[in-house]
């Protein structure tokens, strides 16, 4: 079994990558993707282990629009949420091609390894995720907006 990582020799290591690849700061994706996951095992592919938190993420919230324009074998919390974004479809739809689009991306970088190709993914993931991000929290917005509403729709609805 292999020995967990410090924290800051990922950074040291990481910070050489940051440097030849002109990558984000440590502490900025981070923040976004909870990189610090890779310190769990000491890897010769410290890029690619923060590709994949970065994927995981996108994946997420990938699978949570997916489930918002699609909700038919959803949860009822969902398929309120949906409801609720009725005049938003449109966005949604938008920003599910977006990151659906990703995926063929992620398939390929983990069919062959190339360092270089591993940044330029870390470095174009981060940026999209500020304005994946931004439509997000616009999304939420609309359904917090719409919330109190949609319940009162949905308590009128069959229970049994």
Same mark, same amino acid.
């Given at each position: 079994?292999?020995?967990?990582?410090?924290?800051?020799? !990922?950074?040291?290591?990481? $910070?050489?990558?940051?440097?030849?690849?002109?990558?984000?700061? =440590?502490?900025? /994706?981070?923040?976004?993707? $909870?990189?610090?996951? !890779?310190? /769990? &095992?000491?890897?010769? *592919?410290?890029?690619?282990? +923060?590709?994949?938190?970065?994927?995981?993420?996108? =994946?997420?919230? %990938?699978? &949570? /629009?997916? @489930?918002?324009?699609?909700?038919?074998?959803?949860?009822? &919390?969902?398929?309120?949420?949906?409801? @609720?974004?009725?005049?938003?479809?449109?966005?949604?739809?938008? *920003?599910?091609? $977006? /990151?659906? !689009?990703?995926? +063929?991306? =992620?398939?390929?970088?983990? *069919?062959? #390894?190339?360092? @270089?190709?591993?940044?330029?993914? +870390?470095?174009? #993931? #981060?940026?999209?995720?500020?304005?994946? $991000?931004?439509? *997000? %929290?616009?999304?939420?917005?609309?359904?917090?907006?719409?919330?109190?509403?949609?319940?009162?729709?949905?308590?009128?609805?069959?229970?049994?």
């Amino acid at each position: 079994m292999v020995d967990k990582w410090s924290l800051e020799k !990922v950074k040291e290591n990481y $910070q050489i990558l940051q440097e030849k690849y002109s990558l984000p700061s =440590f502490d900025d /994706l981070n923040k976004d993707f $909870q990189i610090e996951k !890779v310190t /769990l &095992f000491e890897t010769d *592919l410290l890029l690619k282990e +923060i590709r994949v938190c970065i994927s995981n993420k996108f =994946f997420n919230y %990938l699978r &949570f /629009l997916e @489930s918002l324009i699609n909700p038919s074998n959803a949860s009822m &919390f969902i398929f309120a949420m949906a409801k @609720s974004l009725d005049k938003d479809k449109e966005k949604l739809i938008k *920003l599910y091609k $977006q /990151l659906s !689009v990703l995926e +063929i991306d =992620f398939i390929d970088l983990d *069919l062959g #390894y190339s360092e @270089s190709k591993e940044a330029d993914s +870390i470095k174009k #993931y #981060y940026l999209l995720w500020q304005d994946v $991000q931004k439509d *997000l %929290l616009e999304i939420l917005g609309v359904i917090k907006k719409n919330w109190d509403n949609k319940a009162e729709d949905n308590s009128k609805g069959y229970y049994g």
